[in-house]
């Protein structure tokens, strides 16, 4: 129940994977997401992770001329989505920029070419978003690459999930529970369903968050969560999707150091009498064995 990416482990025994999740919060914007990795590295976090598509073949044909108002001027939707994409040399400009920061970079392929794309750079991860879950040409030109996979089960299906599990399961592979609303009310969170993964699959778990605030992924910590994802952003404010659902660089900085803290408090499960108690006990207890 654990696998390496690069010198991380994923696993029980091992501490929680943190991943800042870019995404699309660059707004096309260079500058940006290298600020945005200065976040995640300066947190502590672990790796940093941004999205793939191939516009033309992963927008759905009756979404493409669909008019939309953007930074850019009102433009259709394929357009807007190839404002936002990365070029081939500014995708590996980024990857060597997190890289040196010893960051594991890495991006959630939308369809084939992406992920191809991916492959063929060598990225040591991938991420199957929660959208793309039930993509079965997707998931098997995954799983063949031979990478380490986390899969986001949002908008999912227990009998989804199985389908998704038996087509990924000979990669070195985790789950993410997430709930796949921007931002997402606390009591559709239903963060109980962790360890319910964990039982029914026996490989990490983790936890990808929509909501507004930290303290609920903490909870996912405490509850066994072995990765953790949120989105980030330099200001909430800013336009875009899911902004809204992002935590600011001061947000981010106390949840990463939050979560080191929950991990050490959890110990080991094996209840005993610490050093530290033993003077207490001296001076309170009137029978001691």
Same mark, same amino acid.
């Given at each position: 129940?654990?696998?390496?990416?690069?010198?991380?482990?994923?696993?029980?025994?091992?501490?929680?994977?943190?991943?800042?999740?870019?995404?699309?919060?660059?707004?096309?914007?260079?500058?940006?997401?290298?600020?945005?990795?200065?976040?995640? +590295?300066? +947190?502590?976090?672990?790796?940093?992770?941004?999205?793939?598509?191939?516009?033309?073949? /992963?927008?759905?044909?009756?979404? &493409?001329?669909?008019?939309?108002?953007?930074?850019?001027?009102?433009?259709?939707?394929?357009?807007?989505?190839?404002?936002?994409?990365?070029?081939?040399?500014?995708?590996?400009?980024?990857?060597?920029?997190?890289?040196?920061?010893?960051?594991?970079?890495?991006?959630?392929?939308?369809?084939?070419?992406?992920?191809?794309?991916?492959?063929?750079?060598? /990225?040591?991860?991938?991420?199957?978003? +929660? @959208?793309?879950?039930?993509?079965?040409?997707?998931? &098997?030109?995954?799983? @063949?690459?031979?990478?380490?996979?986390?899969?986001?089960?949002?908008?999912?299906?227990?009998?989804?999930?199985?389908?998704?599990?038996?087509?990924?399961?000979?990669?070195?592979?985790?789950? /993410?529970?997430?709930?796949?609303?921007?931002? /997402?009310?606390?009591?559709?969170?239903?963060?109980?369903?962790?360890?319910?993964?964990?039982?029914?699959?026996?490989?990490?778990?983790?936890?990808?968050?929509?909501?507004?605030?930290?303290?609920?992924?903490?909870?996912?910590?405490?509850?066994?969560? &072995?990765?953790?994802?949120?989105?980030?952003?330099?200001?909430?404010?800013?336009?875009?999707?899911?902004?809204?659902?992002?935590?600011?660089?001061?947000?981010?900085?106390?949840?990463?150091?939050?979560?080191? @803290?929950?991990?050490?408090?959890?110990?080991?499960?094996?209840?005993?009498?610490?050093?530290?108690?033993?003077?207490?006990?001296?001076?309170?207890?009137?029978?001691?064995?």
């Amino acid at each position: 129940m654990e696998f390496q990416i690069g010198n991380n482990f994923v696993g029980l025994k091992h501490p929680v994977f943190i991943i800042a999740e870019i995404g699309i919060n660059h707004n096309g914007s260079l500058e940006t997401a290298k600020n945005l990795i200065d976040v995640a +590295s300066q +947190s502590g976090a672990d790796a940093v992770k941004i999205q793939k598509r191939d516009p033309d073949t /992963c927008v759905p044909e009756d979404q &493409k001329n669909i008019m939309r108002d953007t930074p850019w001027g009102r433009i259709t939707y394929l357009e807007y989505r190839k404002k936002i994409e990365f070029s081939p040399d500014e995708f590996d400009e980024l990857e060597a920029y997190a890289t040196a920061k010893k960051l594991i970079f890495f991006a959630s392929p939308w369809d084939v070419p992406s992920a191809q794309f991916l492959i063929e750079r060598d /990225c040591k991860l991938l991420k199957v978003a +929660s @959208a793309c879950l039930t993509d079965d040409e997707l998931l &098997k030109v995954i799983t @063949a690459s031979g990478r380490p996979v986390i899969a986001s089960t949002g908008m999912s299906t227990i009998p989804e999930i199985d389908h998704a599990f038996n087509i990924l399961k000979e990669s070195p592979l985790a789950f /993410c529970h997430t709930t796949s609303t921007y931002p /997402c009310a606390v009591d559709e969170l239903n963060l109980l369903v962790i360890p319910k993964l964990l039982e029914r699959y026996r490989i990490p778990i983790g936890y990808s968050g929509h909501e507004i605030g930290l303290t609920t992924t903490l909870a996912a910590v405490a509850l066994g969560a &072995k990765i953790i994802e949120r989105h980030i952003t330099m200001d909430r404010t800013m336009w875009g999707s899911d902004q809204a659902a992002s935590i600011e660089p001061h947000g981010f900085m106390k949840l990463v150091k939050d979560i080191r @803290a929950v991990e050490k408090s959890l110990g080991d499960g094996v209840k005993k009498v610490y050093e530290s108690e033993i003077g207490a006990m001296k001076k309170l207890r009137k029978i001691i064995n």
